[in-house]
T-cell receptor, first 115, second 110 residues
């Protein structure tokens, strides 16, 4: 079974631009979560979608948004990029049934550099 | 929110040595996972262990949920074990929302 895939793997943008990252979960998984990893703040939860609905949201500004499609693929968007948005963005999938306590499987990440 | 503390923050070992990494958490959890982050950034699942003990080769883990801690044991360490180890928990009452510790950076030398 294929793992979680993320595209693109690397991205360079300039301040003020917007960016869209994509995540395809493990086949059959209906939950997709997004995380941001920076040297200063560590790994932080952004948001989670289950069956096309945002179920959980972390403490990030409204410039960070996401969505999930009917095939469970998810995208996250960051508008008006700032230098501090430079980070590794990780996506995780889980949840065949939407229960708590299920194993999270992570993709390889997208490394975003904002200049 | 829930607090997750990992210790030690850094660890240097000679190849063949054993080590114990600790994760303390401040509230009850549905889920606890240990990950190894490789040099390219991918988080590799080591254990899903909200309670009890599991072993996988040279690695084993124990979670004592009632005392809110988990331990990851690495025996006969190898240079390929180098990297950052994270503990992550899903607080009770939430789903699919992990809170990560700050990690333990392990370096195994020859």
């Amino acid at each position: 079974k294929a793992g979680v895939t993320q595209t693109p793997r690397y991205l360079i943008k300039t301040r003020g631009q917007q960016v869209t990252l994509s995540c395809s979960p493990i086949s059959g998984h209906r939950s997709v979560s997004w995380y941001q990893q920076t040297p200063g703040q560590g790994l932080q939860f952004l948001f989670e979608y289950f069956s096309e609905t945002q179920r959980n949201k972390g403490n990030f500004p409204g410039r960070f948004s996401g969505r999930q499609f009917s095939n469970s693929r998810s995208e996250m968007n960051v508008s008006t990029l700032e230098l501090g948005d430079s980070a590794l963005y990780l996506c995780a999938s889980s949840s065949l049934i939407g229960a708590t306590g299920e194993t999270q499987y992570f993709g390889p990440g997208t490394r975003l550099l904002v200049l | 929110g829930i607090q997750v503390e990992q210790s030690p923050p850094d660890l240097i070992l000679q190849e063949g040595a054993n080590s114990t990494l600790r994760c303390n958490f401040s509230d009850s959890v549905n889920n606890l996972q240990w990950f190894h982050q490789n040099p390219w950034g991918q988080l590799i699942n080591l254990f899903y262990i909200p309670s009890g003990t599991k072993q996988n080769g040279r690695l084993s883990a124990t979670t004592v949920a009632t005392e809110r801690y988990s331990l990851l044991y690495i025996s006969s360490s190898q240079t390929t074990d180098s990297g950052v180890y994270f503990c992550a928990v899903e607080p009770t009452g939430t789903a699919s929302k992990l809170t990560f510790g700050t990690g333990t950076r392990l370096q195994v030398t020859l």
